[in-house]
């Protein structure tokens, strides 16, 4: 199928191991996108993938680290995870809405 309406999709959590987000994912042959939402005061454990990773917070904000560098961010903001590179994120608002892609090789954290 090549067209998704991702407000009418069924939404899980994510990764239950290390993560609370939760919505839908639309899964290429290459690539994969999420439309997730994460709780205050949730969000994901440090972790790393073989995949790249790119997200986009676009309601709300989170506290992103990615190695050693520590960042708010909120709508239109973008953080970029190379392979393997440790990071972890947090929701400062209720309700923090954000868009998550990556490669669908190598997408699911190390030792999950």
Do not use: C, W
């Amino acid at each position: 199928m090549p067209f998704y309406n991702l407000n009418e999709m069924e939404g899980a959590v994510i990764s239950p191991g290390h993560s609370t987000a939760h919505g839908p994912t639309v899964r290429g042959n290459e690539l994969k996108l999420g439309y997730y939402t994460e709780p205050k005061d949730t969000g994901a454990k440090p972790h790393k993938h073989k995949s790249e990773q790119i997200m986009m917070v676009l309601s709300g904000k989170l506290r992103m680290r990615i190695d050693d560098e520590t960042r708010d961010i909120g709508p239109g903001e973008v953080a970029i995870m190379t392979s393997d590179q440790e990071h972890e994120q947090f929701a400062l608002e209720e309700g923090t809405r954000f868009v998550s892609f990556k490669t669908a090789d190598g997408a699911q954290p190390e030792n999950e």
